[in-house]
């Protein structure tokens, strides 16, 4: 079967592209390894989603010391985007360049916030994002927010003010939600039952499918990549789906698997003329994974109780490029979607669930996140058995010990009598990025800056692979945008 383009993964990469290229005409498939998610009751149920998993991957991962965990990741059309918080950041104008830390340094991009400044304006109007510029201290030039920021609750309100009465400077989190949304409880690592989050699959994979041109393919896993002769381009993709196996061709490839997938689809593709996996003449396919250091914490009072619905509105940018006891950058602190009793429970499995809905009801939620740097020790490979194996040990730790010092600071001086913290550390598979990493030297990269590989003209992959840095704001929107961009470019080839 032929097409003029594959792509493969439905997420915040793939689904984008696919977008964007749906008026060309090109004959395009989508290849997505899971199916859709279905709207249902069980969409906004805790226990249906935290405790039991309703909706994550049943697949399992190694872990650098080869002991299998189930990670934070979901196999759908729309891919882990169903699942964000819809905060979509712009990286800072600096962390395009070099950024000395604590614990190391950041290196720079192969681009500049200019260049991608015009594809965030188009990021976000096609994502539906909601903010308001010219509070956030760390923000690059930038025209005004397609839409307006969304309203603080009044416990949100009354903390934002105190929060400018210690000197802070509170401004509203980016977010991607669509007219319909209910500003409910349950959107932070939730389905929406109503399709009101601006994901991948209602901004970009459902608007592409309109097209006759556009088919999708679900519950299709693309199993390798298959080079022609001279082993310099890739003239088939290997998929499975209703238990056969079949060779689809095209001559351009798009892969957008997610950082760790994208990595082992490459290495699983070797071949004699590419021993190491496909496009890895750099050595640096799989390397230089990065996850956000990120703390969830709640700040608890007993006799306060918190009667918001929709939490996650605001974000503390002060000690983004340096601390207040540091000349180091630290990081962003987010106040984060409503814990429920549940969920709690799920994490720390010692009272019983009557304990936990009365600690979440009087406690406010935040996210401590600081950026991750590149190291190539940090890596995916193939286990023995196909498997994916993740070797990560986090870096620039005190950074984030002093970030999160400095939030439970913040939130005392709030008047909260408990702050209660917990981690993912080396489980961590959120944010994931740089597996795949772009730049202008093939040498040094695998990607050139428009997402296509070095070695393989008519291979791209688009997704957070090619992060340089991770930064310390969410990728997604960074990730939208240079997919927009990736796709012009594109275009150009059709």
């Not at 600096?94 to 190391?104: K, M, N, Q, S, W």
């Not at 740089?434 to 590989?453: A, H, M, Q, W």
């Not at 310390?472 to 927009?484: D, K, R, Y």
Request: proline letters at 6%.
């Amino acid at each position: 079967m032929n097409f003029d383009v594959i792509i493969i993964g439905s997420g915040a990469g793939g689904g984008t592209v696919a977008r964007e290229l749906a008026g060309t005409g090109a004959k395009i498939l989508i290849v997505e390894r899971g199916d859709f998610i279905p709207q249902e009751d069980h969409n906004w149920n805790p226990a249906a989603v935290w405790r039991d998993l309703r909706y994550r991957t049943t697949e399992t991962w190694l872990d650098e010391r080869g002991r299998s965990f189930r990670p934070y990741t979901h196999y759908c059309v729309g891919g882990n985007t169903k699942f964000w918080g819809t905060v979509m950041y712009r990286l800072r104008p600096e962390d395009f360049g070099v950024v000395e830390h604590i614990d190391g340094i950041s290196p720079a991009w192969p681009i500049d916030y200019d260049t991608l400044a015009p594809f965030y304006d188009r990021a976000e109007r096609l994502y539906e994002v909601h903010g308001q510029h010219g509070l956030d201290p760390t923000e690059g030039p930038r025209r005004p927010f397609p839409f307006p920021p969304v309203a603080h609750s009044r416990v949100i309100g009354e903390i934002v003010e105190k929060l400018k009465g210690q000197g802070l400077h509170p401004s509203p989190l980016p977010l991607g939600l669509r007219e319909n949304c209910i500003f409910c409880n349950t959107c932070n690592s939730f389905p929406c039952k109503i399709h009101a989050k601006s994901d991948a699959e209602v901004c970009a994979v459902t608007p592409a499918t309109q097209y006759p041109n556009v088919s999708l393919w679900t519950n299709a896993i693309a199993r390798r990549l298959i080079t022609d002769a001279t082993g310099k381009k890739v003239e088939a993709v290997e998929i499975e789906r209703g238990g056969a196996i079949e060779r689809v061709s095209a001559p351009l490839v798009i892969v957008s698997c997610g950082a760790v997938n994208s990595a082992a689809l490459l290495l699983r593709s070797a071949t004699g003329q590419h021993p190491n996996g496909l496009a890895n003449s750099s050595g640096l396919v799989g390397k230089r994974y990065m996850a956000h250091l990120a703390t969830m914490m709640q700040g608890f009072h007993p006799l306060r109780k918190n009667d918001t619905v929709f939490q996650k509105t605001v974000a503390i940018n002060d000690f983004y490029w340096k601390g207040p006891r540091s000349r180091f950058p630290l990081g962003q602190i987010q106040s984060q979607g409503r814990t429920h009793g549940v969920m709690a429970q799920t994490v720390v499995p010692s009272a019983p669930l009557w304990a936990y809905e009365m600690w979440t009801a009087r406690g406010v939620d935040w996210l401590a996140m600081s950026e991750d740097l590149p190291r190539v020790e940090n890596r995916v490979t193939i286990g023995a058995n196909g498997e994916i194996q993740l070797h990560y040990k986090p870096n620039n730790l005190k950074a984030h010990d002093a970030l999160v010092r400095e939030t439970k600071r913040i939130l005392r001086r709030l008047g909260f009598w408990i702050v209660i913290s917990h981690s993912h550390k080396s489980k961590n598979t959120t944010h994931q990025c740089g597996t795949l990493v772009f730049g202008s030297d093939p040498r040094e990269s695998v990607l050139d800056t428009y997402c296509r590989t070095h070695d393989i003209d008519n291979l791209f992959v688009v997704d957070a692979s090619f992060f340089p840095s991770s930064a310390a704001v969410n990728p997604g929107l960074t990730i939208v945008a240079q997919a927009i961009r990736a796709a012009d470019h594109i275009k150009t080839r059709l």
